[in-house]
């Protein structure tokens, strides 16, 4: 397993998926607050208003909380939040990204610091750990949306750069300059898109196997679960075996 999307439906399947899904819609309030706050408050005129209310419709936000969020950045009270991106590293040498937006940059600073402490890794400067992964468009659709070479059919025609596909979703991968335009190709052939970013993808994986997996997860979900933290990106490849088995 590469990156941490099993991490999910595992913490799904432990229960945790009512209180991890109050999370990620505060995160993407967030995102949608931001992005209507940078441009344009119309997600016609403004396309990262546009994909934050896409990922927002795709893991089914209310529609009045996406309106609601569209509406606090207009509002005279609106928070200012601040875009920073932390490196480091976990257990086994991994590298990680963590993007996040907060209204308090000297306590995201600290929670992020302290998480990485706490669990076995330790902050590093920025560039220690980005020149490992490329900045890239990514796409999702769930397996459902068509056959490995039909995807991968759609993705070569919409001018996509790589797709892996596995049981569960199809990721494409184009350069983030071109994200607009392969999304709305790939729109017209495979229908709406589960999630639409901008992400890092690692340029080469490294192994981690036995006790450290534990380790390595625990830290990747108290990063997830901290408030401020948007995203976590990292270089790691874990069997499925020790995934289930330290999970």
Not at 48 to 62: F, G, I, K, Q, T
Request: hydrophobic share 40%; charged share 30%; net charge negative.
């Amino acid at each position: 397993m590469a990156g941490h999307s099993k991490f999910k439906n595992i913490m799904h399947r432990k229960g945790r998926a009512d209180s991890m899904r109050s999370k990620l819609f505060s995160k993407l309030s967030r995102e949608i607050t931001v992005a209507a706050k940078s441009g344009m408050p119309d997600p016609a005129m403004n396309p990262r208003l546009r994909l934050a209310v896409a990922n927002a419709r795709a893991e089914s936000m209310p529609k009045d909380n996406i309106e609601r969020a569209i509406k606090k950045a207009s509002g005279a009270d609106a928070e200012t939040y601040e875009e920073i991106r932390y490196e480091g590293f976990g257990p086994g040498g991994v590298g990680l990204i963590v993007e996040v937006l907060t209204d308090n940059r000297n306590r995201a600073a600290a929670n992020v610091r302290s998480i990485f402490s706490k669990h076995g890794g330790n902050m590093g400067e920025t560039g220690a750990v980005s020149f490992m992964f490329d900045r890239m468009g990514q796409i999702v659709y769930p397996a459902a949306a068509g056959s490995e070479d039909k995807v991968m059919e759609a993705a070569i025609e919409a001018g996509a750069d790589d797709v892996e596909s596995d049981e569960e979703s199809h990721t494409i991968y184009t350069a983030y300059e071109s994200l607009s335009d392969v999304a709305q190709a790939l729109e017209a052939a495979l229908g709406e898109a589960k999630s639409t970013g901008i992400v890092w993808r690692p340029k080469t994986l490294t192994p981690i196997a036995g006790e450290p997996v534990g380790t390595l997860m625990k830290l990747v979900e108290s990063l997830e679960d901290d408030d401020d933290v948007q995203n976590v990106y990292g270089n790691y490849e874990i069997s499925d075996e020790d995934l289930e088995k330290y999970a």
